[in-house]
T-cell receptor, first 118, second 114 residues
Framework: AQKVTQAQTEISVVEKEDVTLDCVYE???????LFWYKQPPSGELVFLIR??????QNEISGRYSWNFQKSTSSFNFTITASQVVDSAVYFC???????????????FGRGTQLTVWP | EAQVTQNPRYLITVTGKKLTVTCSQN?????MSWYRQDPGLGLRQIYY???????DKGDVPEGYKVSRKEKRNFPLILESPSPNQTSLYFC?????????????FGNGTRLTVT
């Protein structure tokens, strides 16, 4: 079973629309970390955010916001007023950190391709 | 400039011809890892290393070897490449393996095995 599920394979929006990328994770650990990475068409992987399991506070950074809900095991990513430069593949990832967990393992979702049209 | 450097960026080879993809980081990170990216499958971990001389398998280690003789270098070795190893490979490093710090990725190596 996949530890990180990004059910949306592709999303297309028109510029200025808001868009939410879904991420659902699965873990039995009480301590874990969640990440979002962006992969623009140029191919590099860019870190966007890290969230630990004890911090459910939502975060906003400019047009980006993240909604972490332990009750639904979700860590969704919203882009407000999308722009063409937001076009990229976005990956959600999970790292488990309880004592006894295999440290060093990082589980990625399969990614969501976001296309923003002008 | 803090970075993870992979070489080469592109590599075309034939089945069975041993190859090495190098990875070097200049941030004194303890943790390094290799991933492969395939369409529809996302990023899958191949091997990782918690420190010098400490390596372990990820999700898809078959057909790969790694070594960590020095802190800064973590080469990926394909002793007998096969076409199913055609992929985009990323090396990454971070201060800590537990997720406290994010991964810094190299720019990727696109490998084609014919």
């Amino acid at each position: 079973a996949q530890k990180v599920t990004q059910a949306q394979t592709e999303i297309s929006v028109v510029e200025k629309e808001d868009v939410t990328l879904d991420c659902v994770y699965e873990t039995r650990d009480t301590t874990y970390y969640l990440f979002w990475y962006k992969q623009p068409p140029s191919g590099e992987l860019v870190f966007l955010i890290r969230r630990n399991s004890f911090d459910e506070q939502n975060e906003i950074s400019g047009r980006y916001s993240w909604n972490f809900q332990k009750s639904t095991s979700s860590f969704n990513f919203t882009i407000t007023a999308s722009q063409v430069v937001d076009s990229a593949v976005y990956f959600c990832a999970l790292s488990e950190a309880d004592r006894g967990s295999t440290l060093g393992r990082l589980y990625f979702g399969r990614g969501t391709q976001l296309t923003v049209w002008p | 400039e803090a970075q993870v450097t992979q070489n080469p960026r592109y590599l075309i080879t034939v089945t069975g011809k041993k190859l090495t993809v190098t990875c070097s980081q200049n941030m004194n990170h303890e943790y390094m890892s290799w991933y492969r990216q395939d369409p529809g499958l996302g990023l899958r971990q191949i091997y990782y290393s918690m420190n010098v001389e400490v390596t372990d398998k990820g999700d898809v280690p078959e057909g790969y070897k790694v070594s960590r003789k020095e802190k800064r270098n973590f080469p990926l070795i394909l002793e007998s490449p096969s076409p199913n190893q055609t992929s985009l490979y990323f090396c990454a490093s971070s201060l800590s393996p537990t997720g406290v710090s994010p991964l810094h990725f190299g720019n990727g190596t696109r490998l084609t095995v014919t």
